[in-house]
C-alpha cells in the first residue's frame, strides 16, 4: 500500500520560512518522480516543483528562486524548502509521486500571514 505522509506545514508571517517534508512507503523510492502540488481555497489544484528519479527539477514560475526541491533516497523522503513566503502561498500542499501510477498524500496546511 502506497503513503505519502506529508508533514511540516503551519503558520508563518510574510517572509519567513518553512520546510516540508514527505515520507514514501510502498514505492520504489529511487525511481519515483516526487513533487509537490497546493491547492487555495476556490482555486485549482496547481504544480509547484517536481524532482525527477535522477534529481532533475522543475519549478512552476511563481516559487522560482524562493522554493527548493530535494529528495534523499536513504530515507524516501522528499523536502520543499520555502523561503521569502508570501500570502499566496498559501494553501493546502500536496505530496505527489509518480512510479507508472500516480499517488497522493492527504496534505499539508500552509498558512502566510500578511
Known amino acids: 500500500q502506497v503513503q505519502l505522509v506529508e508533514s511540516g506545514g503551519g503558520l508563518v508571517q510574510a517572509g519567513g520560512s518553512l520546510r516540508l517534508s514527505c515520507a514514501a512507503s510502498?514505492?520504489?523510492?529511487?525511481?519515483?518522480?516526487m513533487g509537490w502540488y497546493r491547492q487555495a481555497p476556490g482555486k485549482q489544484r496547481e504544480l509547484v516543483a517536481l524532482i525527477s528519479s535522477g534529481g532533475g527539477t522543475n519549478y512552476a514560475d511563481f516559487v522560482k528562486g524562493r522554493f527548493t526541491i530535494s529528495r534523499d533516497n536513504a530515507k524516501n523522503t522528499v523536502f520543499l524548502q520555502m523561503n521569502s513566503l508570501k500570502p499566496e502561498d498559501s494553501g493546502v500542499y500536496y505530496c505527489y509521486a509518480n512510479v507508472r501510477y500516480d499517488f497522493w498524500g492527504q496534505g499539508t496546511q500552509v498558512t502566510v500571514s500578511s
Open positions: 510502498g514505492i520504489i523510492f529511487r525511481t519515483a518522480t
